[in-house]
């Protein structure tokens, strides 16, 4: 996450001001005689010190993290004491004590160590005023970037906290509507059978009851049998109506497909013609459709990549109960040999759907294509009519 980021940079640019004022501060007591052993021994256990901070201290617990702090502060006194040219570590270690000592206390542990430093600068300052304001402001720079970052990061994981609730919120929302929804259809179709089907099996079974009871005669009973049936029947489809395309509802197959060229012809510029033969009555529901969808698929096909400037889908309705389906443009063609396969972008997949789609009735489909030649998608759709 970004504040994740964030706390790793700020981290690196302390780590490196440590490193960088601790070898100036060595530097300078080399300068002037006043590297002792001693203070060379100090010197590296402060930094041997930082450095298992640095390294371990993100697992440590908050009291073995405050124990760490206070023993860097012992090892930089005691190297402050041999030479004042270590007196500008107390910048990164006001960092330290701001972020690891919560409250007032921090803000009072970063004076205490800013009056060492002060304390240990006077006596050999050319400028006793450079000696105070330099290491004052030092300490305010700390508390203010240490306070400014806790305040921003504090920010950053209250939005992260609340983009979190929001998307498991839309989720829960999602999952809700869905199942809303699939109750009440649900419910409409319970209500529907139970009003067509039911009721229908309901009086057939009555009519056979009433019949055996009473003695009817056989063709009695078999032409009050057929009556309820048959109006049972023509329920039964208007439930499975209910269910079908609404590009399908009120309108039949050649209407809503000449619908779809239109919005194509509109919305592209392509010439875009229909061609039936043959008499659609009677045609099934789910023929037309599994045919509308085939002719949906590949005139999506024919928009995305064919570059046509002209598409012709014919319907032929055989008397001998099949559908023929054809989409013919003249675009730029493919290698019908070698069909694409699927992509990230859903390249090949619409003709593998079409395939699916008509077996799943009965249907066969077949794709013809050559580079520079167009495209022909046609189907065959076997079916009975009126059933």
Do not use: K
């Amino acid at each position: 996450m970004a504040h994740d980021r964030s706390a790793i940079a700020l981290a690196a640019a302390q780590h490196a001001l440590f490193v960088v004022l601790l070898a100036i501060g060595a530097a300078q007591a080399t300068e002037q005689a006043r590297w002792t052993p001693w203070a060379a021994a100090a010197a590296v256990a402060l930094a041997a010190w930082y450095v298992l901070g640095a390294v371990r201290g993100r697992r440590w617990s908050r009291p073995r993290g405050l124990a760490w702090l206070a023993g860097l502060a012992a090892l930089w006194v005691v190297l402050l004491a041999g030479s004042p040219t270590f007196a500008w570590l107390v910048f990164p270690l006001a960092l330290l004590t701001v972020h690891l000592v919560r409250g007032w206390a921090g803000i009072a542990a970063v004076a205490a160590l800013t009056a060492a430093a002060i304390l240990r600068l006077l006596p050999e300052a050319s400028s006793p005023e450079g000696a105070v304001v330099g290491p004052v402001i030092g300490a305010l720079v700390a508390i203010g970037v240490v306070r400014g970052f806790q305040d921003v990061l504090a920010e950053s994981r209250e939005r992260g906290r609340l983009l979190a609730e929001l998307e498991a919120a839309q989720a829960e929302l999602a999952v809700l509507q869905h199942e809303a929804g699939a109750a009440a259809e649900r419910q409409r179709l319970a209500r529907d059978i139970h009003d067509t089907l039911a009721q229908g099996y309901s009086s057939i079974v009555l009519l056979a009851r009433a019949a055996r009871a009473r003695g009817t005669s056989e063709d009695d009973l078999l032409a009050q049998i057929e009556e309820t049936a048959s109006a049972n029947l023509l329920q039964a489809r208007g439930v499975v109506r209910a269910l079908a395309p609404s590009e399908l509802e009120g309108a039949p197959l050649p209407a809503a497909i000449r619908r779809l060229l239109d919005t194509l012809a509109d919305q592209t510029g392509l010439d875009a013609d229909l061609a039936v033969s043959g008499d659609p009555a009677g045609t099934p529901t789910a023929v037309e459709v599994a045919a509308l969808r085939l002719v949906q698929g590949a005139l999506a096909n024919v928009r995305a990549h064919a570059e046509a400037s002209r598409v012709v889908v014919s319907l032929t309705y055989d008397p001998a109960g099949e559908l023929l389906v054809d989409v013919v443009d003249d675009g730029r063609g493919f290698d019908a040999a070698r069909e694409p396969t699927v992509g990230p972008g859903g390249s090949g997949f619409g003709l593998r759907a079409m395939r699916e789609r008509i077996a799943e009735i009965g249907g066969t489909l077949t794709v013809e294509s050559a580079p520079g030649d167009g495209t022909a998608v046609a189907a065959t759709i076997p079916f009975e009519r009126g059933a």
